[in-house]
C-alpha cells in the first residue's frame, strides 16, 4: 500500500521545547495555555493536519475578505432560539440543505415496470449506502406485501418441504456482513454513456445485511445427495426466477429481512430476499417465495435471454456469475469542477465479486503511467473500498482514471481490452477503466463521449 505523497510538520509551537533526547519537557498549565494560542495563532494547525503543498492552497482558498471578523463575531441565528423539538420527525430526514443529495432517475424511462433509480456516487462518503440512496432495478414494479401474509417455501431435493413465515426465519441465528451489490448492467456494455459517476456506474451501492444464512434453512430442510442447483423465484410482478449454484448457496448466501440496521425497505426486497455476495444483482431475488432444490439450473428467461454476454463466434457466455475488479474515481468525476491549479486529492471506490480489492492505481496522464493510491480502511470481501491518491494539478488539460486488482490476481481491464476478447455484441458486465477528462478550466467530462 502506497504512502502519503505528502509530509506532515510538526506544530512550530513545540518544536523549542524538545531536549537533545527528542522528549518533551512537561510545561505549567499557564505554559500550556500561552503554547496552545501561539500554535493556532501561526496556522500550525492546519499545517499539521493537510500536506505542505496544499495547506498553502487552502489558505489561499480559505483567506476571508474585509468583513470576515464582523462576520465571525456575530451570533449566528441558531444561537437565537432553541431549535426543532424532538418528535415532530418520528423517523429521521436528512438535512433540508443535503436535499440535491438523491437517488439518479434516468430521463429516458418509459417502461416504469422495468426501472432503475441510481446512487449519487460522487455525493457519498465512507462505504457504506444509506438505505434511502440504495439503488434500485426493478423488473415488474415495486409489490405491497404484508410480511404476516408473506410466506417461503423451500422444496424440491430436499428430505422435508417446509413453509417459513418471515417471524420463523426470524427465529434462526442472525448474521450481519457489508457486502455490495451490482447490476451487470453498469453500465451498458456497448457504449459507457452517462456525464457523471451516477450516470455511468450507479448501480452500485454497499450496505450491512442482516439475516439467516441460507445454508442454515437448507440443512434444516434437509438436502439431498443429487442437489445441485437452487431455483429462487420472488413475489413481484415478474416471477423473478434464477438458479443458484448449491455451492454458493452453502458459503455465504443470506435471506435477508434487514439494510443497514432496519427492516428490508420496499424496493430492496421487503420483507424478505435472497443475497449472494459477489454475483450480479439479478441473482440476489428479492420478495423471495420459493426456493427449489433441483439436479440442474432451469434456464429461465433471465439466464439465458438475459444476462449473457454474446461473443462474436455467435456464442454465448453464460452463468457469468461473479462481478470482476472494479473502480472509479468519484472525485473529481464527471460534472464537477476543479477550482484551480494545486493540490487535488483524487478518491473513488473500488470492488470485487471474487474477494478484497488488493491495491489501486491511478493515472494522472491517460494511462501512460499508474501510481498506488492509498486504500482506506476497512478492507472487506466483497465489499466497497475507498481510496485516494494525493495529486498537484499544474492546470494542464489530462486525463485521470483508476484501476483495481482484487486479491485473485486479476486487473481491471481497458474498455479496448474487453473488445478484444469479447467483441461489441454484449449488453452485460462492463468492468472496464473509466477515464475522466479534466480541461484547462477544471471542468471534468467523461473521456469516453
Not at 225 to 240: I, P, Y
Request: with cysteine; hydrophobic share 35%.
Amino acid at each position: 500500500m502506497a504512502k502519503d505523497n505528502f509530509k506532515r510538520s510538526k506544530p512550530t509551537a513545540l518544536l523549542d521545547d524538545e531536549n537533545d533526547s527528542g522528549s518533551i519537557k512537561p510545561d505549567s498549565p499557564d505554559e500550556t495555555m500561552r503554547k496552545r494560542r501561539r500554535f493556532l495563532q501561526s496556522g500550525g494547525a492546519l499545517i499539521g493536519v493537510a500536506a505542505a503543498g496544499a495547506a498553502q492552497s487552502l489558505a489561499h482558498a480559505a483567506t476571508p475578505d474585509a468583513t470576515a471578523p464582523q462576520t465571525l463575531a456575530a451570533i449566528p441565528d441558531s444561537m437565537r432560539a432553541p431549535g426543532t423539538p424532538i418528535g415532530t420527525q418520528p423517523y429521521g430526514t436528512p438535512s433540508p440543505f443535503e436535499n440535491r443529495v438523491v437517488r439518479n432517475v434516468p430521463a429516458n424511462q418509459t417502461q416504469y415496470w422495468s426501472s432503475t433509480s441510481r446512487s449519487p456516487l460522487a455525493e457519498l462518503d465512507g462505504i457504506i449506502t444509506p438505505s434511502g440512496l440504495f439503488y434500485e432495478r426493478h423488473h415488474a414494479g415495486v409489490p405491497a406485501i404484508d410480511p404476516a401474509k408473506h410466506r417461503l417455501m423451500v422444496h424440491g431435493l430436499v428430505e422435508r418441504p417446509l413453509v417459513f413465515s418471515v417471524d420463523e426465519l426470524r427465529r434462526f441465528p442472525s448474521v450481519s456482513r457489508i457486502h455490495f451489490l451490482e447490476c451487470s448492467g453498469n453500465p451498458v456494455y456497448k457504449k459507457p454513456y452517462g456525464k457523471t459517476a451516477s450516470d455511468l456506474v450507479g448501480l452500485v451501492s454497499c450496505a450491512e445485511w442482516t439475516g439467516v444464512t441460507l445454508a442454515t434453512v437448507l440443512k434444516e430442510s434437509g438436502l439431498q445427495s443429487n442437489a445441485k442447483w437452487v431455483v429462487a423465484e420472488g413475489a413481484d410482478g415478474a416471477g423473478m426466477t434464477r438458479s443458484i449454484p448449491i455451492e454458493k448457496c452453502l458459503e455465504d448466501a443470506l435471506l435477508v429481512y434487514s439494510q443497514n440496521g432496519e427492516r428490508l425497505r420496499p424496493e430492496q426486497g421487503y420483507p424478505v430476499r435472497l443475497f449472494l455476495p459477489g454475483f450480479e444483482g439479478n441473482m440476489s431475488v428479492k420478495w423471495l417465495r420459493r426456493l427449489k432444490v433441483t439436479d440442474a439450473p432451469v434456464y429461465s428467461r433471465e439466464e439465458t435471454a438475459k444476462y449473457t454476454d454474446l461473443l462474436p463466434s455467435g456464442k454465448a457466455r453464460q452463468f457469468t456469475f461473479y462481478m470482476e475488479a472494479k473502480s472509479i474515481i468519484t472525485s473529481p468525476s464527471g460534472g464537477q469542477q476543479i477550482p484551480d491549479p494545486g493540490f487535488v486529492e483524487i478518491r473513488g471506490i473500488a470492488w470485487s465479486g471474487h474477494g478484497k480489492v488488493a491495491k489501486v492505481e491511478v493515472s494522472v496522464d491517460g494511462g501512460k503511467s499508474w501510481s498506488e493510491a492509498v486504500l482506506q480502511e476497512p478492507v472487506l470481501t466483497r465489499a466497497l473500498t475507498r481510496f485516494r491518491f494525493a495529486w498537484q494539478w499544474d492546470g494542464i488539460p489530462t486525463v485521470i482514471q483508476s484501476r483495481a486488482t482484487d486479491d485473485t490476481g486479476y486487473v481491471q481491464p481497458s474498455f479496448g481490452d474487453l473488445l478484444d476478447v469479447r467483441g461489441d455484441n454484449s449488453y452485460y458486465h462492463n468492468n472496464a477503466v473509466q477515464p475522466w477528462q479534466i480541461a484547462a478550466d477544471g471542468s471534468v467530462s467523461n473521456a469516453n463521449v
